[in-house]
């Protein structure tokens, strides 16, 4: 590993300011118990989000021109791909229970 030292002049007034206060509260220390609690406010815990209330994996193979549908319109509507096949069969299923 290499380091570069860089003068404080080659940084922007707003830069220095920034790095001289962050360098200051370095040099005071940081109270142990006070990380740990921003640590567990920030940490996320593994696995998929509480919003998603699937309970079942479902794998299906679909034809390339299907699979470029798809595509398209999970980046038209900016959705993850499990997102817009969700969305996708929520809509079906939605006109199947109307019908019935």
Not at 26 to 31: K, L
Not at 40 to 54: L, M
Not at 74 to 91: C, P, Q, T
């Amino acid at each position: 590993m290499s380091y570069t030292i860089v003068k404080l002049d080659a940084f922007t007034p707003e830069e220095s300011k920034l790095l001289q206060a962050d360098a200051a509260e370095a040099e005071r220390g940081y109270d142990p118990d006070e990380l740990v609690a921003q640590d567990a406010k920030i940490r996320r815990k593994a696995g998929r989000p509480a919003t998603v209330h699937a309970s079942k994996t479902i794998q299906v193979r679909i034809d390339q021109e299907s699979d470029l549908k798809l595509e398209q319109y999970r980046k038209v509507r900016h959705m993850k791909r499990s997102e817009a096949i969700r969305d996708l069969l929520n809509r079906a299923l939605a006109e199947v229970s109307t019908k019935s």
